[in-house]
């Protein structure tokens, strides 16, 4: 059974950089038809997309974060992560790392399942 | 971006009933619409794709319909694991977005 799980520190700094890495277990990043995704949610709120990257090093990114977001993966270690540069408050969220399926045969599904269980990082000197 | 509203934003039923979530798009989106589960505390589940595929697994009690702009979800027979919030996402362009939500309390 594929498992996802998020990693890294709980408190950033205002204007550093945020770091996570998602290690995943039961399955393989790399030879798979699969992306792989980050997505995040501020506290009471909803879920807003980050980005997405597949094994071979293909990103795309929400054009809305794209300027500070990056995604890479490393296979060796079965392991994707983000770093979200300049953070402010509003970057304080649950981030979520989760498979990304982008179709299913010729049809575009573009759908997250499974995903990892999440993890809280606040920004806040 | 295409914008998704879903509403209403928070409904209360009980067990047994039916129940129905909408999620409408701010542009066509044909059948690229996905629908998630989550409970607090706890991460999102996919429940249904491409607007009306069952994911593996999920109980045949949850169906969802609709094409265009318009979407629905409906719990047929609403169960006391169904309390959560639901939230509906397009899938037909970059940046992929999601709904508000729709939390399902109790009565």
């Given amino acids: 059974q594929l498992q996802l799980q998020e990693s890294g520190p709980g408190l950033v700094k205002p204007s550093e950089t945020l770091s996570l890495t998602c290690s995943v277990s039961g399955g393989s990043i790399s030879r798979s038809t699969y992306y792989w995704g980050w997505i995040r949610q501020p506290p009471g709120k909803g879920l807003e997309w980050i980005g997405s990257i597949y094994d071979s090093g293909s990103t795309y990114y929400n054009p809305f974060l794209k300027s500070r977001v990056t995604i890479s993966v490393d296979t060796s270690k079965n392991q994707f992560s983000l770093n979200l540069s300049s953070v402010t408050a509003a970057d304080t969220a649950v981030y979520y790392c989760a498979r990304h399926l982008l179709a299913a045969g010729t049809q575009v599904v573009n759908w997250f399942d499974p995903w990892g269980q999440g993890t809280l990082v606040t920004v806040s000197s | ?107």
């Fill in chain 2, 1 to 107: 971006d295409i914008q998704m509203t879903q509403s209403p934003s928070s409904l209360s039923a009980s067990v047994g009933d039916r129940v129905t979530i909408a999620c409408r798009a701010s542009q066509s989106i044909t059948s690229y619409l996905n629908w998630y589960q989550q409970k607090p505390g706890k991460a999102p589940k996919l429940l249904i794709y491409s607007a009306s595929s069952l994911q593996r697994g999920v109980p045949s009690t949850f169906s969802g319909s609709g094409s265009g702009t318009d979407f629905t979800l409906t719990i047929t027979s609403l169960q006391p694991e169904d309390f959560a919030t639901y939230y509906c996402q397009q899938s037909y362009s970059t940046p992929l977005t999601f709904g508000g939500g729709t939390k399902v309390e109790i009565k």
